[in-house]
């Protein structure tokens, strides 16, 4: 309850001061900041010898694959369709090509899960953002001839010249948030202690934050534009988006601690980063790809809690 009235606050407050303001323009730099104080941390005891872990774990890395980029991303072109709507079909389908997040390590921590397994997917996850923004750039040229053209309205020169660049993100996201583990570990021990000690807080505060800045810029705006209607398909695509991906990380894994790993890497997604992504298309996809996006931070940060203590009765 209290991550979801933290995002509701943030939301609110970030689209209050945007209306206010006419919003912000973007800023690479929040890239920057997910990835130090989101991914970083998750970094501290990581070591090359945990890499040792894929060969005994094979089937879970097999589960994390084709439940994820086959069966997830299948379920998203599906109710992406069924939607009538190319921006809330290419949320849901950039959705599915980012499994776990940033708050992904906390729940497998918290719910007695392999966290050495969780982190090395969360890393293999992580190396896919190459190939993943390419299919998911590849992906409007192919949706157009299924899906009705965008309305475009009010998005004129909110991203012109901006293309999603696939090298950035695994830059940001592990290489330079690696190299600053590895120097931690070896010249900062103290700094380790404070933040593994103040982890959930430096979490909360990172993703209050970054939702708060999101929601403050230009692009979130149109949201005020949505007709109801899109409001009403884009919340029951992202609901039925979701219950399919709760269904496949309840009955596709086993009751194990390798695979309440695989189990968190499915039944989350790494909603900021697709915001993030979302800036450099709107002006593509319009308004409306924004908004499954937004249901998501409730829908998954509500359900989290209840499937942790769902999955420690068991």
């Known amino acids: 309850m209290q991550q979801i009235l933290l995002v509701i606050t943030a939301v609110v407050l970030g ?14 730099a929040v890239c ?3 990835g130090v104080f989101l991914v970083t941390p998750s970094l501290f005891k990581f070591q090359l010898s945990d890499l040792s872990l894929i060969k005994t774990n094979l089937p879970s890395f097999g589960r994390n694959l084709w439940i994820n980029y086959l069966l997830m991303t299948s379920a998203a072109l599906v109710i992406g369709y069924l939607s009538g709507d190319i921006g809330i079909a290419g949320a849901l389908f950039l959705l599915a090509l980012l499994p776990g997040g940033g708050m992904v390590m906390m729940w ?15 890393m293999l996850n992580l190396a896919l953002l190459l190939p993943v923004t390419l299919v998911f750039g590849a992906y409007f040229d192919i949706a157009q001839g299924f899906f009705p053209a965008p309305d475009l309205g009010g998005t004129d020169g909110l991203a012109a010249g901006k293309r999603i660049k696939p090298f950035a993100p695994f830059m940001i996201l592990i290489v330079i948030p690696f190299l600053l583990s590895r120097l931690a570990r070896k ?6 202690k404070f933040v593994e000690a103040n982890g959930p807080t430096i979490s909360k505060i990172t993703m209050f934050g970054i939702v708060f800045y999101l929601f403050s810029l230009s692009t979130s705006q149109l949201l005020f534009s949505v007709p109801i209607s899109a409001l009403v398909t884009s919340l029951a695509a992202t609901i039925a988006f979701y219950a399919v991906a709760f269904g496949a990380a309840r009955y596709l894994t086993p009751e194990t601690p390798e695979g309440r790993a695989v189990y968190w890497h499915i039944a989350t997604r790494y909603i900021t980063l697709a915001l993030i992504l979302a800036v450099f298309v709107v002006d593509k996809y319009g308004a409306t790809f924004i908004l499954p996006i937004m249901f998501a931070y409730f829908i998954q940060i509500g359900a989290a809690g209840f499937l942790r203590t769902k999955m420690l009765a068991r």
């Open 187 to 192: 010249f900062l021990p103290g700094l380790i």
């Open 108 to 122: 497998i921590k918290s719910s007695k899960a392999n966290a050495k397994l969780g982190f090395i997917i969360f």
């Open 15 to 28: 689209l209050g001061l945007g209306a206010i303001t006419g919003g912000f323009t973007f800023s690479s």
């Open 32 to 34: 920057l900041v997910a």
